[in-house]
């Protein structure tokens, strides 16, 4: 780790001696995953790769609860981003992206995750290709939103000099905000009409896939450490989400129980004493 | 549930990192330590729980400048398009949002290639260049087939809406039809008529050259029948439910329908076989052989 730290502030050092103008947007993203992911968790994954040439994929972390782990494997593959999937009872996925060694680091739940592999979307792309990187304005409104665009360009956006980088740009990966989550998609840039390959040119879009959603649930001030700078109040876990359905239906349950027992006891209330005049007397 | 608690983390953090947040991070201690006790006195039921809102914006701040890209970098570098507008529709509302999303990424695109002309950085794919794409070609080819399919089954449904709708105007499409069947009906026998009183002239020697009459009276009934004959023939069209039931018969009348019962023994009315009674009665016109019997005897 202090090789590559040594070896970082060399170049850094190297750089402002070298003067200005020679400055690179460098990016290396690790990519891995917790265990206990699903086949779709999987393919998100494999999706984002292949869209991402600058990801290194790493084998999957044996333990969630070891997360400081994360940013000297990032520095033993010379990367200064990592984004990694955790996942939760085989059914959440937690996404943490993070800049190491430094920070900070943010944690999001990932939500409708589609993956390239559904035939709806129809687009395909180059793979490699540099995508570009849309943000709405929503981003630039709130301070932990223009974080998330500062970490989503770093890791999202492919440095020009990626090693598998391809030239040209047929892709668009597009991030909003809305209802306080962040939507992903990506589009395939249609220049002409396919249909009139002689036609004027009119810009079109064809979503490729993956699409997703991220509910941002904290902000860390390290790499997978630190003091919380950001939380969201509105995040409620999805266990709780879970648990809070369950006990409507014991609930449910519960009453239709109470009202039983309780007609019972009405009935044994209301039953009358056995005199001369019962029923069964009179017409015996 | 293996849950990484951030505030142990916080603890661990704030031994040996730096301590520009020091200040920052015991002031969350603090509050989160009064919403422990806030919870142990009010109690579960009472009160849902609170969360402690964190959002610290200098800190923030001071963090994205730290790790902020050199704004001296060209837009090549990043390849970053904002959007001028926030997203403003209705969660739930799909088709108005992938829309929303749809017209920003467009937008962006639009912006991302005027600026890539001016950085003259290269944007469209010449048509002959090819490269491994991210989606497989037995992918797309997998795609093209299921569009093919959809495109197929739209149209079906299509066709099956029409054909509902010409149902309802059934009953008159099936009264006009009647007519019509009637009024070629008339229009036959009308012909066949003048044709015979045509040939009025002629009837003494009519059973002479019975067979050249045959023939001109199929000549004149032919256009009618020939136009007729290829609809019932190619009729690919099922007869109706009913129509069926009527003719092939459904379900029957029962199962002790032909039982003898009481009323049926005490009357000695015999069913009697129809068969072959109104045979000679409908069919004036003598064999073959008769016929050419005849012909000879009177000649």
Request: proline residues 5%; positive net charge.
């Amino acid at each position: 780790m202090t090789g590559g730290k040594r070896k970082r502030q060399a170049e850094e050092t190297e750089a402002e001696n070298d003067a200005q103008p020679k400055r690179r947007n460098k990016q290396r993203v690790l990519m891995l995953s917790s265990r206990g992911v699903t086949h779709r968790m999987r393919h998100l994954m494999s999706d984002l790769e292949a869209l991402l040439p600058h990801v290194k994929k790493e084998s999957k972390l044996d333990s969630k609860s070891q997360l400081h782990l994360l940013p000297e494997l990032a520095d033993l593959h010379n990367c200064n981003n990592t984004l990694y999937f955790e996942a939760r009872r085989h059914e959440d996925l937690y996404l943490w992206a993070a800049k190491t060694p430094n920070g900070p680091s943010i944690k999001m739940h990932v939500l409708n995750a589609h993956t390239m592999d559904e035939l709806k979307m129809t687009g395909n792309c180059l793979k490699g290709s540099r995508g570009l990187l849309s943000f709405d304005k929503a981003f630039d409104e709130t301070e932990w939103g223009r974080m998330t665009k500062e970490l989503f360009t770093h890791i999202f956006g492919v440095p020009p000099l990626a090693r598998r980088a391809k030239p040209f740009i047929d892709h668009i990966l597009s991030f909003s905000i809305l209802d306080n989550k962040i939507w992903f998609r990506n589009f395939q840039i249609l220049e002409k009409d396919p249909e009139q390959p002689n036609g004027p040119s009119k810009m079109s879009l064809v979503e490729i896939g993956p699409r997703f959603v991220l509910t941002p649930i904290r902000i860390f001030e390290g790499a997978f450490s630190g003091a919380t700078v950001y939380s969201n109040p509105e995040f409620v876990t999805p266990a709780a989400v879970r648990s809070m359905m369950k006990h409507r239906k014991g609930d449910r349950y519960r009453n239709r129980k109470d009202a039983q027992e309780e007609s019972v006891q009405r009935k044994e209330l209301r039953r009358r004493e056995e005199d001369a005049l019962s029923v069964p007397k009179v017409f015996a | 549930m293996p849950k990484f608690p951030p505030e142990r983390a916080n603890a661990d953090e704030s031994s040996s990192e730096e301590d520009e947040f020091s200040e920052l991070s015991g002031d969350e201690q603090e509050v989160i330590a009064l919403d422990d006790v806030e919870d142990d006195v009010v109690g579960e039921d009472v009160i849902p729980k609170q969360k402690v809102e964190i959002d610290n914006t200098d800190a923030l701040r001071r963090i994205r400048e730290t790790i902020q890209l050199d704004p001296s970098l060209p837009w090549t570098e990043t390849l970053v398009v904002t959007y001028p507008e926030t997203i403003e529709v209705d969660v739930n509302d799909d088709l108005n949002r992938e829309l929303a999303f749809y017209k920003q990424a467009l937008h962006s695109a639009e912006r991302a290639r005027t600026l890539a002309a001016k950085h003259s950085l290269p944007f469209t794919r010449p048509s002959d260049y090819f490269a491994e794409m991210v989606k497989s070609d037995a992918h797309m080819e997998r795609i093209r087939i299921k569009l093919l399919d959809e495109r197929a089954g739209i149209k079906k449904a299509e066709e099956k809406r029409k054909e509902r709708e010409a149902k309802k105007f059934g009953k008159q499409v099936q009264i006009e039809k009647q007519k019509e069947r009637e009024r070629s009906k008339k229009e036959m026998t009308e012909r066949l008529k003048s044709l015979k009183r045509k040939r009025k002239g002629a009837l003494e020697n009519a059973e002479a050259d019975g067979e050249e009459f045959d023939v001109t009276v199929e000549e004149a009934i032919g256009d009618e029948r020939s136009s007729k004959r290829p609809k019932k023939e190619g009729g690919g069209k099922k007869m109706s439910r009913g129509t069926r039931d009527a003719k092939y018969g459904f379900g029957g009348k029962g199962r002790r329908s032909k039982q003898n019962t009481r009323s049926s023994t005490d009357s000695f009315v015999s069913g009697g076989n129809k068969k072959g009674k109104g045979k000679g009665a409908v069919n004036k016109r003598p064999g073959k052989s008769k016929r050419q019997a005849m012909k000879n005897r009177r000649s």
